[in-house]
């Protein structure tokens, strides 16, 4: 009786050990990413930091409860940051109307007094204006500043895109349609993007990868999540995995050389691999045909292959990495998300 009592007695305790060793195991693995927990499947898109806040004065961090909120409530969780860079711009956080808000309904400026107001006014507009633009956040910034008409003007001009010279010309546009002596800040992208730093720090020269699909939608983090064909938990995202389709080229982010071309019907499927520079790599995978050799020199933009679903897929998308080695685990690459400035 009495070993029972001691064997039961040593079987708590082992399950107690297993039980803080698991706790410990999860806690470790979820602030690996800096509390930016995806924790999502394939297709869910509730990352909470992408963007490192660099210039948010304290005027409008206080209101950081209200960006939360609404961001939440409008379903772009993912851009507080990108929201609070606005305010910054819009008003420092020094006016009631916090956004700038008033005049996207039509009202005289200034004119919301109250600070939540503005704030679930300007967010609200700009989840309309993200969504009008396919998710592309630089050419929803300029449509916050211009108005959706500068979405159409990308579309008739530059195949949806937006580019500084872009906003140049539409500003140039609109102010002579108008009779005025200015339209709107030309600049809008450039003067948000300021309060935020997006760059990785250490990668050297992995500033200025061009985005490699012409129209962005992330399905999938780069971090910790659950595996979408495997279930399993916990399993590193290596990669960012953006939404395509069969007809859409696959394009290089910079100037490089072919370092790797793939053929397989597992895990990455076709893959492609550039490297740019001594220590910096990106990889494409899940292509249904691939353009490039193996060696080729290759410029930025230049299409790679096509958009697929070849290995471990469950539809089609492009899963990007950013490398800083070959052969390197899953939690030692970059997030692309901070390299391409999303
Ligand atoms: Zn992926």
């Known amino acids: 009786m009495f070993k029972l009592k001691v064997l039961m007695i040593v079987l708590v305790v082992k399950i107690f050990v297993v039980f803080i060793g698991i706790a410990f195991f999860v806690v470790v693995m979820f602030s690996v990413d800096g509390g930016g927990v995806g924790g999502g499947g394939e297709f869910e898109d509730d990352m909470e930091t992408e963007y490192t806040v660099n210039g948010i004065a ?8 209200y960006f939360t909120k609404y961001a939440k409530e409008y379903g772009i969780s993912e851009h507080v940051n ?37 704030i679930k006014q300007g967010v609200k507009y700009f989840a309309q204006v993200l969504k009008n633009a396919g998710g592309d956040v630089e050419l929803a910034l300029q449509s916050y500043n211009f108005g959706n008409g500068f979405i159409d003007y990308a579309k008739e001009n530059n195949n949806g895109a937006y580019s500084e ?53 992330i399905t999938s983090d780069f971090g910790p999540r659950v595996h979408p064909v495997t279930g399993e938990v916990n399993k590193w995202h290596g990669g960012l995995d953006f939404a395509c389709t069969p007809a859409d080229n696959i394009m290089n982010v910079a100037d490089g050389e072919v370092v790797e071309v793939i053929h397989s019907n597992v895990g990455y499927g076709n893959y492609v691999t550039v490297q740019h520079g001594k220590n910096e790599f990106s990889r494409y995978a899940h292509l249904s045909t691939i353009d490039v050799r193996n060696g080729d020199e290759v410029s930025q933009g230049d299409a790679l292959g096509k958009c697929g679903t070849t290995g471990t897929s469950t539809g089609n998308h492009l899963h990007l990495e950013h490398l800083t080695q070959l052969g390197q685990a899953h939690e030692d690459k970059k997030d692309p998300r901070k390299t391409l400035g999303l």
């Open 58 to 65: 304290p005027e409008v961090e206080r209101f950081r409860p």
């Open 82 to 118: 990108i929201l609070m860079a606005m305010a910054m711009q819009e008003s420092g956080g020094r006016y009631a109307d916090v956004m700038q808000s008033s005049e996207s309904l039509g009202l005289p400026r200034n004119s919301i007094t109250d600070p939540e107001e503005s």
């Open 165 to 217: 010279s872009l906003a140049l010309d539409f500003s140039d546009y609109m102010a002579e349609k108008m009779g005025w002596d200015r339209y709107g800040d030309a600049n809008y992208v450039q003067n948000v993007m300021r309060y935020l730093d997006s760059t990785t720090g250490t990668a050297g020269n992995s500033d200025g990868w061009a985005l490699p699909l012409k129209n962005i939608t």
